[in-house]
């Protein structure tokens, strides 16, 4: 845009230059024209004094003069006049060209600055969009940890309700094999009036066998369930306790951040308006010793 | 002649922004005195209302120096334009301060540095709040913070625990 404000400005005062070389060239034409003519005069009366009278000679000359003297002034008005002419063109173009400038020039403040606004307003849109989001993802955490510790509180109740049910479902069956046990002990203790005693005494010594198994059995059956609900149940503890871990964590992270930034930020005021400046200046050198110290000038 | 006019002038001048503003004073004197034919005139006559009086007395004892060294004045005339481009070429330090000090005390830091960073070395103060508790400068191309910023982090652990017993009690 300022390329063509200047091409345009050096177009006009070309464009009102060369008129102004022309009329030098007419000017200096007219002048060379009247010179001829007073040349030719002088010549054409020297040719004619001989035929001529002294005093028509005289008043030819003086007339010839004259009228020289005329077009020569004429031509000078005429050269002046163009010239101011041209200076006042020459005097609008530029009072264009410099209003093109100033114009071009409100036009690139204006650019600027909107454009330095949007910036600035970009980095605050960044800058509550970075903050949003972060309390989002500290939001998101929260409602994990508490989303997860509701489903390990409902599968622990699911699992209690279950192993529940295992325990009298066991319950019932060994009752049942109990009463199975009772009832073939009857019906064997009736058969064994008619048969031998040592038919008889095989026969209680296998249903003690059976007893002692579906017992050891059902035992064993009771320590597998009562680990295993043991250990589901130390899992998920585990789990929400790391949850809960991970989640103070990151909070305390955020809280602790927040703490240093304003502690900096009163300190800060406060140093500026409490320290004297021979304390300013104190600082300042412990700074340099400091940095000495740490190697950073080697 | 040039090194020796260089010396002379860093002996008493500790930043970039008082050689400038020293070499335009005499720069100016100069002007005077060289080309003002019969002129008698002191650097007090000339610069005094353009600079604070610290400033004068350095010009003056810049120019007893180059009296005492046997450098004379359109030397040193014909010098300062060099001077003044070349200073690009001595070792400079950008140092951030959070408060203005006194000339004294500018001086002062500039001696610092010459002592324990290099010597004839430039100084070039700036103002900026945010170095409260210290300072930061600009060394090798890289800025160091050794404000308040960097002993609360030195010391992070150690202020966050005060903080939060005071807080929790």
Known sequence: MSDSVNSQSLQSVFESTVPFGVVLWIVIALLVVVIALLVAMVLYVRKQRVALMPEMAQQAILNAEERAQAIVADAQAQARDLRNELEKERTRALHEDHQSVERFLDAYRFNLEKTIKELSYGVEKEHMRATTRFVESLQAIEQRVAMNAEEAKHSMDSFTDQSSQLFTRLSHEIANVEKGIQHLALALEEAAVDESDRNAEIVRKEMQKIGQETAKSVTEVAAGLDKALRMNIEKEFAAITSELSEYREARMRAVNERLLLLLEETAQIALQKKLSLQDQADLVYRSLEEAKRRGVFV | ?169
């Open chain 2, 1 to 169: 002649m040039l090194v020796k006019i260089v010396s002379i002038m860093l002996e008493n001048t500790y930043t970039t922004d008082d050689l400038i503003e020293r070499i335009g004073l005499m720069r100016k004197y100069y002007g005077v005195k060289l080309f003002t034919e019969g002129n008698t005139a002191t650097l007090a006559d000339v610069v005094a209302s353009e600079c604070e009086p610290h400033t004068l007395t350095a010009v003056e004892q810049w120019e007893e120096r180059f009296a005492e060294s046997d450098v004379q004045s359109i030397v040193v005339y014909e010098a300062l334009d060099t001077v003044q481009e070349e200073l690009a070429g001595i070792p400079s330090v950008t140092l951030y301060v959070p408060v203005r000090f006194d000339a004294e005390q500018v001086e002062s830091f500039g001696a610092w540095f010459r002592e324990n960073v290099q010597p004839n070395m430039l100084l070039s103060l700036r103002i900026d709040p945010r170095a409260t508790g210290g300072c930061g400068f600009v060394w090798n191309d890289v800025y160091h913070d050794f404000s308040l910023h960097y002993y609360l982090d030195k010391e992070r652990d150690a202020v966050t625990e005060l903080v939060n017993e005071q807080v929790h009690g």
